[in-house]
């Protein structure tokens, strides 16, 4: 599925050769690039270009040319070609202005009234988020990433700016986004199947429908049949996790707002839910936004880590993770990335409670 989705905008045969032939708007040497890795430089570089401009780039990182470019492109519809030479790689990609995001955040700040007056929350946040994009939202407590996703669900509504899902002003929730939260939100006097069910109802999706639906989705996470008719609290934390993921998606929403959905499970049963997201992203190819502040699991899940800072909420920077898919945790690429945003996120947490964690991966 994935393949089929790189060929439409690959270049190949005597497209490619002609490609080849034109001088590029911009040529970037990418020998030897690893801090930050090629695809952050190829991001900021293309961001330059204008529309129908190609850039061309000269790479010896194999995931880089193989599988992060073709996604890096396809996601925003921006044709591009590769070509191969005793372990180099040239690699082409036309900027296409016109490419529809999936998700806009366009100048958008919020506000929300206190007893000391008006605090702001977000201020002045631009994101563009594509299909099939696995994008986290990562910093410290209270720099506003609820408060973000809220928005983008159409839960609340922005002070200032605007929100766009497919093309579409956000002014309320829908079906075509939906949010997993951090405690799973499930109804305690529904069973499993029944909470599955729950908005394929509300939806007035027919009985039997709904019933295939949900035991489909209730298979891709891999919860255990003997569980489908049990109450909520004879699940154990993993669990509820699995059947709040099951119910989301049986909604089939293309975009998936996830608020830690990880954060309160054991560290065994998070990277093991860590593991079955990827897969079920890359077989459902949805788009994902995930929150969370736990910086190793942004590195290990995201395309694209988006680092918040805070006082007022804002976006500090963000990162393109160039790391072949799947990922596992112990990877060395991910420890790296890790590393990286880490060290980016010391000067916004200090003195902050998140402080510890941060400092313990610096130092190892
Ligand atoms: N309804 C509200 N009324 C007043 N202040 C709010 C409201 N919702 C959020 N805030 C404030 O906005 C800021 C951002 O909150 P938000 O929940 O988005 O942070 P967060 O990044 O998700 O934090 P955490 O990691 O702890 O979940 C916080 O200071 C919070 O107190
Ligand atoms: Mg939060």
């Known amino acids: 599925m994935i393949k089929r989705e790189y060929e439409q905008f690959q270049f190949q045969g005597e497209e490619l050769k002609k490609l080849a032939e034109i001088k590029p708007h911009k040529l970037i040497d990418l020998r030897g690039a690893v801090c930050p890795h090629p695809l952050n430089v190829i991001r900021d570089t293309i961001s330059s270009l204008n529309d129908k401009e190609i850039l061309q780039a000269i790479c010896d990182h194999e995931p880089t040319a193989k599988e992060n470019v073709p996604r890096f492109s396809a996601r925003r519809g921006y044709p591009f070609g590769i070509i191969e030479q005793n372990g180099l790689w040239q690699i082409f990609i036309q900027k296409i202005e016109k490419a529809q995001p999936r998700l806009q955040v366009v100048n958008v700040s919020k506000a929300f009234k206190t007893s000391d007056g008006n605090f702001t ?116 934390g993993g669990m509820k996790q699995r059947v709040a993921i099951a119910r989301a998606l049986a909604m089939e929403p293309s975009v998936l707002l996830m608020d830690e959905p990880f954060a309160a499970l054991d560290v065994y049963t998070r990277e093991t839910l860590q593991e079955e997201l990827q897969n079920i992203w890359s077989e459902s190819h949805k788009t994902i936004v995930f929150v969370t502040h736990n910086v190793q699991e942004a590195a290990l899940l995201g395309d694209r880590v988006i680092v918040f800072g805070k006082n007022p909420g804002r976006i500090k920077s963000e990162y393109e993770i160039d790391i072949e898919r799947p990922r596992k945790i112990d990877n060395p690429e991910v420890f790296l990335n890790t590393k990286w945003i880490t060290n980016d996120l010391r000067e916004e947490i200090e003195g902050s409670e998140y402080e510890d964690e941060v400092r313990g991966v610096a130092q190892r």
């Open 121 to 236: 929350a977000l201020n002045e946040v631009n994101l563009t988020i594509h299909q099939g994009e696995f994008v986290c939202l990562l910093g410290p407590s209270g720099c506003g990433k609820t408060t973000l996703l809220n928005l983008i669900a159409g839960l609340d509504k922005p002070t200032k700016g605007e929100i766009w899902s497919n093309g579409n002003r956000v002014t309320g929730p829908g079906s075509d986004r939906v949010v997993v939260f951090q405690e799973g939100a499930l109804f305690p006097w529904l069973t499993v199947m029944q909470n599955v069910e729950f908005g394929l109802k509300i939806l007035k999706v027919d009985g039997k429908i709904r019933k295939a639906l949900a035991l489909d989705y209730l298979k891709l996470v891999g919860l255990d049949e003997k569980f489908h008719n049990s109450f909520i609290h004879q699940l154990s």
